[in-house]
């Protein structure tokens, strides 16, 4: 598995081969969302155009690093237009490279971005499957955006967030460390011990 950082990290990530794409535009906004929500400025963009010529090639150095990235990642939005009903193949292409659960452990939120609200499903029924195949955790319903929606993106990332900010939260706090499990005192057999997601990380509640 992958070794994630000690302190949160967003990523922006934009599957559309345009470079400086609205949908790399909403993906940042997004992540700003989230960083927000996780308290931490630390936020990152990968743009997926600025190397899709060496995607399908033998040696990609950049698509690697940018993989990296995103198996490193707390959190990632993985943002794609709509192409053909699904997501684009650009998108496909990088997330081929990786191997079996090369995302395990990363939190994900897929964003896609429509012209036509009839493919609102997008994200659900393309998108969330293979990035659940490569071992991402993905807790959230996939957030659709429609161009038109894209002048102000705030309100709909923010009612989106009141809906399923706390499922994102919850997946995104850390696991227990080996220094918090050494508190458990197995030498009082009579304390009940409940591990537990107090909003902002991982606790011990000790019972009688």
Do not use: C
Not at 52 to 66: F, R
Not at 68 to 74: E, F, K
Request: aromatic content about 4%.
């Amino acid at each position: 598995m992958t070794q994630h950082p000690t302190h949160p990290t967003v990523l922006a990530v934009s599957g559309n081969p345009r470079p400086g794409s609205r949908t790399l535009g909403a993906a940042e906004t997004v992540a700003r969302r989230v960083a927000g929500l996780l308290g931490t400025g630390d936020v990152a963009t990968v743009d997926l155009a600025s190397f899709a010529a060496e995607v399908l090639t033998a040696d990609h150095p950049a698509a690697d690093a940018a993989r990296a990235q995103l198996a490193r990642a707390t959190v990632a939005v993985v943002a794609t237009p709509v192409y053909k009903a699904s997501y684009t193949g650009l998108l496909k292409a990088f997330l081929d490279l990786y191997g079996p659960d090369g995302l395990a452990g990363a939190v994900v939120v897929p964003l896609v971005v429509s012209g036509n609200p009839a493919h609102a499903l997008v994200g659900e029924v393309h998108l969330r499957p293979v990035l659940v195949e490569l071992g991402a955790v993905v807790p959230t319903r996939s957030l659709t955006v429609t161009e038109p929606q894209l002048a102000d993106l705030g309100p709909v990332v923010d009612a989106w967030l009141a809906r399923e900010g706390d499922a994102l939260r919850r997946a995104a706090a850390p696991l227990p460390t080996a220094e918090d499990l050494s508190l458990i005192h197995l030498s009082e057999p009579s304390r009940r011990v409940v591990m537990s997601d107090a909003g902002g990380g991982w606790q011990l509640n000790g019972g009688g």
